[in-house]
Every structure is written in C-alpha cells, then in structure tokens.
C-alpha cells in the first residue's frame, strides 16, 4: 500500500477517536465544573497524547512479537510489553497534568485506579493499533497476490502465444513448399500474402489488443493461403456482418479456430468450413463449422498444447468473464461458437 494511503488511515482513525472523546461537549452533556480552565479540553489533549504513544509503541513492535516461532513466548513478551508501556504512562499522565493542566501535588498523588485506567487505555489502544495493522498488511498482501498473478497470467499468455505463432507458420512454409515444388503459379501471391501475415505477427501480435479489421485482413490473408492448398476457392464461406470499426479484440485469436477447422474438415463438402462473424454494440460472436473427417476428432488436437485446450485458457487470461465459448461435435460436423464482450 502507498505511503500517502496508509497516512490517510492513521489520520483518519484519530480524527474519529478525538471526536469521540470531543462528543459529550458537541451535545452539551459536561458539568459546568468541568469546563473550568478547559479542564475537560485539557483532559482530551493528554489522554489522546498517551493513547498515540501506548497505541505507535505496539503498532511497531508487534510485527516482532508475530514473527516469534515459539507463541507462548511471543504471548508472555507481549503482556509483559503492555505492563512497561503502562508504566511509562503512568509518571508521564502525572508530568502532564502538572505541566499542562497545572494541577498542584496533592491532587497527583499515586493511586491504583490510575494504574488500572492506564492499564485499560493501553489495552484498548493495542487491540485498535492490531487491527489496523492486520488491515494494512491484508492490504498489501492483496495487492502482492494481485501483482504475482498478473505477473503469472502474463508468462502464460506469453508462452501460448509463443506455441500459437510458430505451430501456424510451420504449416504455412510446408504449405509454400509444396506450391513451390510443384511450380506453381500461385506461388509468388502465396508468399506475397505470407508477408502480410508476417507483417501483422511481428508488429500486431504482441499488443493486447488489435482493430479488429486488422484481424479479419490477417484471416482473410490465411484463408487464400489455405485455398491455395486445397485448390478449392469455394471451400470455405466467410461471411462478416455488422459494423466492425470501434471493435477491438486480441490478436491471433480467431485464427486459431480457423486452423483447427483446417485441420480437422472434411475435404469433400462445398462449403466444407463455414466462419461467420458478427458484431452489434457490445458483443463479437464468432462461428466456425466444419464437416469431419472420418475417425477425426478435432477435440484430439488439445493433446500437444497447440488446440482448444490452449485457445480456452487464452481467453480465460485475456477476457476473464467477458466470453462464452460453447464447443459441440456431432457424427459430421464439428462447431465452436465465442462471443467476446467488448
């Protein structure tokens, strides 16, 4: 917790204990006698003043009594701290009232009701001057905890990241190989659209969030390259409805669906992969249907790291209660539907 914060709890604590004991004044409830010489203000001042020396003597030394392995031994060195601070009190409530409230001796006499009040008042000041202390470090605990699980979802993002880019672009080299072997005249374009794909990896993809334009061009770009492969131009159906500007979404999100759908379809049917995407003011639904292979399950694909399975943790690190993904499979067909709050 910030320094400035922690100033504000203590200030604020004893702006509620001086009012407290300034309360019976507010509503007119102190005998006449008593406001003589402000003997009450008087009385106000030095007991606030003892209650913050009882109360910041304990506030630092408690973190020592707590750190004791042994607690019967922390518990007998803390009773025997609050006795000390009683008897300091005790000779300095005498001083006070001989210096600043001009009480003449004999009315200073030594008697046991001011060890037990005294003794009281540190109790209570102890008691307020633990909790606050627990409060404080439950703050700052929080925040470690906070900042220790941000710092963990970041390395895991980073790592998924990591698995996605590099699984996509092996296949997209084998796939420009094979155009490359066969001298085909589709090459030169397929390695035109390899650059923009690069392009959008190297300088998109480490941001938290991308236009989502940016994402549709990247997976337009990777379908022609997957149509390339499948010599079919007709294999897949995209269809984008709703107006996309002011969208934002993470990059390389969507793409990795589509490559599941890639990698589990059917070659047979036209269209054999179906991906609509729509957007309204609030919401980004994505769909994605593909017919099966046969003996294929796309759920398998979750095994090495690089499939469903790691497409859901991302999302549960990047939109944490701010999607829903509802994965279903029949005989034929295989579909994964997301809606992304925006």
Known sequence: MKRK?????????WFYIVNQALFPLYIGQLDASYMIGNKYLKDVAITTLLNML?????????PYF??????TIALASALVFLV???AIRIPLESLSWKLIGNLPGEELMFKWMYAWNNLRMVIITAIYA??????INAFESQKLKDELINQRQAGELALLRSQVNPHFLFNTLNNIYSLVYKKSEEAPAAVMKLSSIMRYMLYDSNAEKVPLEKEI????????LQN???????FVSLEISGDTEGHSIAPMLLISFVENAFKHGSKGPRPGIIIKLTTDKSYIRFEVVNYLKKKSLAFNESKNGNGLESITRRLELIYPRKHVLFVSEDTETFRINLEIEN
């Open 84 to 86: 000390l601070i009683t």
């Open 66 to 71: 707590f750190r004791m392995k042994k607690r």
């Open 228 to 234: 390339l492969r499948t010599k079919h131009p007709d």
């Open 54 to 62: 009882s109360f910041y003597l304990i506030y630092f030394a408690f």
């Open 130 to 135: 633990i909790l606050i202390r627990f409060m």
């Open 217 to 224: 061009e990247y997976l337009k770009s990777f379908i022609e």
């Open 5 to 13: 914060n922690i100033l504000l709890i203590h200030f604020f604590f």
